[in-house]
Nanobody
Framework: VQLAESGGGLVQAGGSQRLSCVAS???????????TTWFRQAPGKEREWVAS????????SYADSVKGRFTISTDNSKGAVYLDMDSLTPEDTAVYYC????????????????WGQGTQVTVSS
């Protein structure tokens, strides 16, 4: 499956932004073990897990750094997963990637084979 992120850009601190991850090639797998996950990587830092959602949308989890500010959701009819980001801070500045697959541990980047190209989010102070 090919994944494509969109929605990044420049936003002021305190603002909001929506990222989209759209799958092509085949739809997201209809299995309980299929997850789509957002990761991010800031300059000079390791890739960081942000949020994960199961295919059904019934299993959702967030990193502590974004809990209460970010919301992950899925629209399987469109083959899309969204990341709604509120109350953004400069510390949220990073390239955001979506990944999909059947990971044993959804928050581990090496568990995923399929990745998007990433979209830059820059939060100005």
């Amino acid at each position: 499956v090919q994944l494509a992120e969109s929605g990044g850009g420049l936003v002021q601190a305190g603002g909001s932004q929506r990222l989209s991850c759209v799958a092509s090639g085949r739809t997201f797998m209809n299995t309980g073990r299929y997850y789509t996950t957002w990761f991010r990587q800031a300059p000079g830092k390791e890739r960081e897990w942000v949020a994960s959602i199961s295919w059904s949308g019934g299993d959702v989890s967030y990193a502590d750094s974004v809990k209460g500010r970010f919301t992950i959701s899925t629209d399987n009819s469109k083959g899309a997963v969204y990341l709604d980001m509120d109350s953004l801070t400069p510390e949220d500045t990073a390239v955001y990637y979506c990944a999909a697959g059947e990971p044993a541990t959804p928050w581990v980047a090496t568990e995923y084979r399929d990745w998007g190209q990433g979209t830059q989010v820059t939060v100005s102070s």
